[in-house]
């Protein structure tokens, strides 16, 4: 197989893209375009030098280490030692993961993996498999990412809450909507917000309709929200609970964006 050795250096520069746009982004840490080419170009050029050398192993990941820094510290901007440190964590951590995880791609292929990496890329895997991989892999990295600092944003407003009817007792996560501002125009009562999944479940207990309806506003206009009655809600906070009786509970006409709870708290009750 003939390997022109300009797409084995543009192989390499995509993944070294990649895994510092990757490790920047996760990190929280501004950067730009030039800044990731530029440290891309550099772990590139030194990818492409070290293999005429005859080094020993512990200096060869010396230099590799050193380079992990290096690379870290062009491609981004940093308002800190600790992001700094953290970033270059990440970068090594990713480089670690998506070398891993194609080599585990590659055994369970049977492909031999050293002759496409360590002799110049002298296999029958199409030059830029690499690169399309490594993509894949940080495309679900940042999703993993981005997912647990949404969840751990969201966790110092999510409330353990028990919905109590007719003797039953649902157990259910709340979140906490400042931007919930609903009243009962007759009652003055707040109102809390039920996904539909979790409406399907009370309509099996009997939920009580209340005679009132409320009007909303949403981007495409006014909506109205049907209102419903519920026996007893316990919000729980730690070894407090706050107790309600007659809760007013609307259904959400459109889907939650989490899977983190089924009710949106009125501030007013917390």
Do not use: W
Request: glycine share 6%; with cysteine.
């Amino acid at each position: 197989m003939t390997v022109y050795i300009e797409y084995a250096i543009l192989d390499n520069l995509i993944i070294n893209y990649l895994l510092i746009k990757t490790a920047t982004r996760c990190a929280l840490v501004k950067t730009n375009f030039l800044r990731l080419i530029l440290a891309s170009l550099l772990g590139t050029v030194i990818a492409v030098i070290l293999p005429l050398f005859s080094l020993d192993n512990t200096f060869l990941l010396i230099i590799k280490i050193t380079l992990a820094f290096l690379i870290t510290l062009v491609g981004g901007k940093y308002i800190s030692i600790k992001k700094y440190f953290f970033a270059v964590f990440l970068f090594t951590f990713f480089t670690f993961l998506c070398g891993g995880f194609i080599i585990a791609l590659f055994n369970l292929a049977m492909i031999d993996y050293e002759n496409y990496f360590i002799s110049g890329y002298d296999s029958v895997v199409p030059i830029g498999v690499t690169a399309l991989l490594v993509y894949l892999a940080s495309k679900g990295v940042v999703l993993a990412v981005t997912k647990l600092l949404k969840e751990r944003n969201l966790r110092p407003f999510l409330r353990t809450c028990a919905i109590i009817i007719d003797k039953k007792k649902f157990i259910v996560k709340g979140f906490i909507d400042s931007g919930n501002g609903l009243y009962d125009t007759k009652s003055g009562l707040p109102i809390i917000v039920c996904s539909n999944s979790l409406f399907e479940k009370l309509k099996g207990s009997n939920v009580k309709k209340s005679i009132s309806k409320i009007n909303f506003d949403t981007v495409s206009g006014t909506s109205q929200m049907e209102l419903y009655v519920i026996d007893r809600l316990l919000i729980y906070n730690g070894i407090k609970v706050n107790i309600f009786n007659n809760v007013l509970i609307g259904v959400s006409p459109f889907g939650f964006n989490s899977n983190s709870y089924e009710l949106l708290l009125h501030p007013s009750l917390v």
